[in-house]
């Protein structure tokens, strides 16, 4: 991104980093500011030279060759905020000018430039280099800088510098190093400098009563830094902090004749540049799970960052991984509720069938709009066809069209839907997932249905089973529809509703509810995924991995508190049954269970993103791939109390996403009273072999250990030297917290029977 600014348009030269959210099902495409509050010093001196300014996220040397091309103009001013450069160029008189960009000091390339008759002229840190800009043709006599690490020596070398008639002409700060350039021959007399953790205004005010003006401003990272100094006599000058840039005030010192001559951006933390580095490379990603991994990193640094959260949600949401979503965007809105982040909330409840939630989204989205947006209202006409509101979406069409009268789409979707004919349309609004798992036999159903017409012969099935209902309610979201409570059978009830109208048969969509009357007597509860045949293939089938499931499932119901009805084992399943078996746990498991994840099969690592391979994955094609950041989603849904995840695939350590920690042992019974959420993977993201040694060691250890409580921790301080010693590749397992998903410190506990 690079904006050239001349001096007559300032009112958009200081611009803020924008987020742009991904264009996905609902078209939308919406542009969010950081609410970041760049902190700046501006000095600004009257009647001079003519000035451009430019912003760019890299440094814009073709620019500023283009302008010295045109306008003969040298680089006067330079400030980094923490992600762009802003350059200052002025009509300076000078005969030549050079820069160099480098992470290390440039102390040879100054020196060469210094044997050349070039001088300091600007010396600034920022995006992790040295910026040093040296003219030619300045009135400098001589010039030295030093860098200086300890606070306390400082004070003494610039004395030093001052007895000897130098004087300080820039300041860089930088990688805990303080960089001072002394300069003769700069037309300076006395001088003073000042370090402040607040902006000096009185300090300067001091100065500018005794005649002094300001040569030098800089910010260490901790401190403001501001050096005054005379001349032969006073420059007209004022100097003005901006707790937040104000466009407005800074367009009025242009026009009141005074013209920037010093520039200066309180400089970051090292955690704020992290955090803004992991912004630019989510923005930058053209892959949505690349996106989430550096939003999350993001958020490891600012938690609390309710414009992060709503990204990261939008990205899950374009995945399809609405679940996942729904976390982000609450906590988003819990922080800040916004019109973008109440419109990401309603796409979300699209993607999870929940219309008439999401509707009741996008009127609070509209509300709370500054400006009128004809995508809120198409995103909104285009949900209210999906329930059959055909009057509703209607009005949100022409609204839409009314504000932007050129935009095709909106009108094609407007005559598509004049066209059709009415129809009932019947959706669900409890439960609206396919499918779930309850923990009683009654259960609320509430279905909604659009129709001009009285419907006739409501009646509820369970499995083909006609249910005896109360009849037809009215609901306020709807002209007609049922909300009452089923009694369901044990195992799976598929649920739908029937009704009639002019003497046509129509059925809602079935919706699986499974009910398990029997509670599980253990509170220890595994679920074991083997996927060793797969259906594409490209993808090469695994000869171990069910073999090795069954193998430790043997051992966990021999020697530790699991019982065979509370261990799961799915051998090939397709991602779809995954998920399923992680909502069911997700209603039957509570605070007071345990629960292990096993996977043994194929995983896979595509720009920094790790992935499981169910057996319905396709080489081509990641819509089947179960990856970390929806796998974690699922597990947050999962209210145990201890939650341990065991994988042996390959690139499997990249689950822990920046997380990992080989961490100490601590007493098992210490552990287990706190709340845990913890992986233990057979390797770090590497290729580990078919023939798993790591599961033969982990069911050897399990199988001869004879504490009574054997924390996951102990376990995998075994179990890590013999892999290491004994794989073909010396592949290393590693042990961490699992992100996001509400570790406390806690850790798994494997109990003897």
């Given at each position: 991104?690079?904006?050239?600014?001349?001096?007559?348009?300032?009112?958009?030269?200081?611009m803020?980093?924008?987020?742009?959210?991904?264009?996905?099902?609902?078209?939308?495409?919406?542009?969010?500011?950081?609410?970041?509050?760049?902190?700046?010093?501006?000095?600004?001196?009257?009647?001079?030279?003519?000035?451009?300014?430019?912003?760019?996220?890299?440094?814009?040397?073709?620019?500023?060759?283009?302008?010295?091309?045109?306008n003969?103009?040298?680089?006067?001013?330079?400030?980094?905020?923490?992600?762009?450069?802003?350059?200052?160029?002025?009509?300076?008189?000078?005969?030549?000018?050079?820069?160099?960009?480098?992470?290390?000091?440039?102390?040879?390339?100054?020196?060469?430039?210094?044997?050349?008759?070039?001088?300091?002229?600007?010396?600034?840190?920022?995006?992790?280099?040295?910026?040093?800009?040296?003219?030619?043709?300045?009135?400098?006599?001589?010039?030295?800088?030093?860098?200086?690490?300890?606070?306390?020596?400082?004070?003494?070398?610039?004395?030093?510098?001052?007895?000897?008639?130098?004087?300080?002409?820039?300041?860089?700060?930088?990688?805990?190093?303080?960089?001072?350039?002394m300069?003769?021959?700069?037309?300076?007399?006395?001088?003073?400098?000042?370090?402040?953790e607040?902006?000096?205004?009185?300090?300067?005010?001091?100065?500018?009563?005794?005649?002094?003006?300001?040569?030098?401003?800089?910010h260490?990272?901790?401190?403001?830094?501001?050096?005054?100094?005379t001349?032969?006599?006073?420059?007209?000058?004022?100097?003005?902090?901006?707790?937040?840039?104000?466009?407005?005030?800074?367009?009025?010192?242009?026009?009141?004749?005074?013209?920037?001559?010093?520039?200066?951006?309180?400089?970051?933390?090292?955690?704020?540049?992290?955090?803004?580095?992991?912004?630019?490379?989510?923005?930058?990603?053209?892959?949505?799970?690349?996106?989430?991994?550096?939003?999350?990193?993001?958020?490891?640094?600012?938690?609390?960052?309710?414009?992060?959260?709503?990204?990261?949600?939008?990205?899950?949401?374009?995945?399809?991984?609405?679940?996942?979503?729904?976390?982000?965007?609450?906590?988003?809105?819990?922080?800040?509720?916004?019109?973008?982040?109440l419109?990401?909330?309603?796409?979300?409840?699209?993607?999870?069938?929940?219309?008439?939630?999401?509707?009741?989204?996008?009127?609070?989205?509209?509300?709370?709009?500054?400006?009128?947006?004809?995508?809120?209202?198409?995103d909104?006409?285009?949900?209210?066809?999906?329930?059959?509101?055909?009057?509703?979406?209607?009005?949100?069409?022409?609204?839409?069209?009314?504000?932007?009268?050129?935009?095709?789409?909106?009108?094609?979707?407007?005559?598509?839907?004049?066209?059709?004919?009415?129809?009932?349309?019947?959706?669900?609004?409890?439960?609206?997932?396919?499918?779930?798992?309850?923990?009683?036999?009654?259960c609320?159903?509430?279905?909604?249905?659009?129709?001009?017409?009285?419907?006739?012969?409501?009646?509820?099935?369970?499995?083909?089973?006609?249910?005896?209902?109360?009849?037809?309610?009215?609901?306020?979201?709807?002209?007609?529809?049922?909300?009452?409570?089923?009694?369901?059978?044990?195992?799976?009830?598929?649920?739908?509703?029937?009704?009639?109208?002019?003497?046509?048969?129509?059925?809602?969509?079935?919706?699986?509810?499974?009910?398990?009357?029997?509670?599980?007597?253990?509170?220890?509860?595994?679920?074991?995924?083997?996927?060793?045949?797969?259906?594409?293939?490209?993808?090469?089938?695994?000869?171990?991995?069910?073999?090795?499931?069954?193998?430790?499932?043997?051992?966990?119901?021999k020697?530790?508190?699991?019982?065979?009805?509370?261990?799961?084992?799915?051998?090939?399943?397709?991602?779809?049954?995954?998920?399923?078996?992680?909502?069911?746990?997700?209603?039957?498991?509570?605070?007071?269970?345990?629960?292990?994840?096993?996977?043994?099969?194929?995983?896979?690592?595509?720009?920094?993103?790790?992935y499981?391979?169910?057996?319905?994955?396709?080489?081509?094609?990641?819509?089947?791939?179960?990856?970390?950041?929806?796998?974690?989603d699922?597990?947050?849904?999962?209210?145990?109390?201890?939650?341990?995840?065991?994988?042996?695939?390959?690139?499997?350590?990249?689950?822990?996403?920046?997380?990992?920690?080989?961490?100490?042992?601590?007493?098992?019974?210490?552990?287990?009273?706190?709340?845990?959420?913890?992986?233990?993977?057979?390797?770090?993201?590497?290729?580990?072999?078919?023939e798993?040694?790591?599961?033969?060691?982990?069911?050897?250890?399990?199988?001869?250990?004879?504490?009574?409580?054997?924390?996951?921790?102990?376990?995998?301080?075994r179990?890590?030297?013999?892999?290491?010693?004994?794989?073909?590749?010396?592949?290393?397992p590693?042990?961490?917290?699992?992100?996001?998903?509400?570790?406390?410190?806690?850790?798994?506990?494997?109990?003897?029977?």
């Amino acid at each position: 991104m690079l904006t050239i600014y001349t001096i007559v348009h300032c009112k958009n030269i200081f611009m803020k980093l924008r987020l742009l959210l991904f264009s996905v099902g609902l078209n939308l495409s919406l542009s969010i500011v950081v609410n970041s509050q760049t902190e700046l010093l501006v000095v600004y001196r009257k009647s001079y030279e003519a000035q451009n300014i430019f912003s760019s996220e890299t440094f814009p040397t073709d620019e500023i060759k283009e302008i010295y091309a045109e306008n003969q103009q040298f680089i006067d001013e330079v400030s980094y905020d923490g992600s762009e450069w802003f350059v200052v160029t002025s009509s300076i008189k000078y005969t030549g000018q050079s820069y160099i960009l480098s992470k290390d000091m440039p102390t040879e390339w100054i020196k060469t430039n210094w044997n050349k008759g070039y001088y300091i002229t600007n010396f600034v840190f920022g995006d992790g280099q040295w910026l040093v800009v040296m003219s030619g043709g300045t009135e400098f006599t001589g010039q030295r800088f030093f860098s200086e690490s300890n606070a306390t020596l400082i004070g003494s070398k610039i004395k030093e510098a001052w007895d000897s008639k130098y004087r300080i002409t820039a300041a860089a700060f930088g990688n805990n190093t303080s960089v001072f350039v002394m300069t003769t021959g700069s037309g300076l007399v006395g001088q003073s400098y000042h370090f402040s953790e607040e902006p000096p205004n009185d300090w300067i005010q001091t100065y500018y009563d005794k005649k002094y003006n300001i040569t030098c401003i800089g910010h260490t990272g901790e401190k403001w830094f501001t050096v005054v100094s005379t001349y032969s006599s006073q420059k007209a000058e004022k100097f003005q902090y901006y707790a937040n840039i104000e466009m407005d005030k800074i367009d009025e010192e242009y026009e009141a004749g005074y013209w920037i001559y010093k520039i200066c951006f309180k400089q970051l933390s090292k955690e704020q540049q992290a955090y803004i580095s992991n912004l630019k490379k989510a923005l930058a990603a053209t892959d949505e799970e690349a996106a989430i991994y550096y939003y999350t990193e993001a958020l490891k640094i600012v938690p609390n960052d309710a414009l992060c959260l709503n990204n990261r949600a939008w990205a899950k949401f374009k995945l399809g991984q609405c679940d996942g979503a729904v976390d982000d965007i609450e906590k988003s809105l819990a922080i800040n509720k916004t019109a973008y982040s109440l419109h990401t909330k309603a796409s979300i409840m699209v993607c999870q069938k929940r219309y008439h939630e999401a509707i009741a989204y996008f009127d609070q989205a509209l509300v709370l709009l500054e400006e009128p947006d004809g995508q809120y209202y198409f995103d909104r006409a285009k949900t209210k066809v999906i329930i059959g509101d055909t009057k509703g979406a209607k009005l949100d069409f022409e609204k839409a069209i009314e504000i932007d009268p050129a935009n095709v789409d909106y009108k094609v979707q407007y005559e598509i839907l004049k066209q059709k004919s009415e129809v009932p349309v019947i959706t669900w609004d409890a439960p609206y997932k396919t499918y779930s798992a309850v923990p009683s036999d009654l259960c609320r159903i509430k279905l909604c249905v659009n129709s001009s017409a009285r419907l006739e012969d409501m009646k509820i099935y369970i499995n083909n089973a006609l249910f005896e209902s109360r009849g037809i309610t009215i609901a306020d979201e709807c002209s007609q529809g049922v909300d009452q409570e089923i009694k369901l059978q044990s195992g799976k009830n598929e649920v739908y509703v029937q009704f009639s109208l002019n003497g046509q048969i129509f059925k809602s969509e079935i919706r699986t509810i499974e009910y398990n009357p029997q509670k599980k007597s253990s509170n220890y509860h595994a679920l074991l995924i083997a996927v060793q045949d797969y259906n594409d293939l490209g993808i090469k089938d695994l000869s171990k991995p069910i073999q090795d499931a069954n193998l430790l499932k043997a051992v966990l119901l021999k020697e530790y508190t699991f019982d065979s009805s509370s261990v799961t084992l799915l051998t090939n399943p397709t991602k779809e049954m995954i998920i399923n078996e992680m909502i069911k746990l997700q209603g039957e498991l509570n605070e007071n269970d345990n629960l292990l994840v096993y996977y043994s099969g194929h995983g896979i690592n595509k720009n920094e993103v790790g992935y499981w391979l169910p057996s319905n994955a396709m080489l081509e094609n990641r819509s089947n791939w179960l990856s970390n950041s929806e796998f974690r989603d699922y597990l947050n849904g999962i209210k145990t109390e201890h939650t341990l995840v065991i994988a042996d695939a390959c690139f499997s350590g990249s689950i822990f996403n920046g997380a990992f920690r080989d961490v100490e042992s601590f007493p098992c019974e210490e552990m287990a009273k706190v709340k845990s959420r913890r992986a233990m993977t057979s390797g770090a993201n590497t290729v580990v072999p078919d023939e798993s040694v790591f599961l033969k060691y982990l069911c050897t250890i399990l199988s001869n250990n004879e504490q009574s409580c054997l924390s996951a921790e102990e376990l995998y301080v075994r179990i890590k030297p013999s892999v290491i010693s004994n794989s073909p590749n010396n592949q290393i397992p590693q042990f961490g917290i699992l992100p996001q998903v509400g570790d406390e410190g806690g850790n798994f506990v494997f109990r003897k029977k």
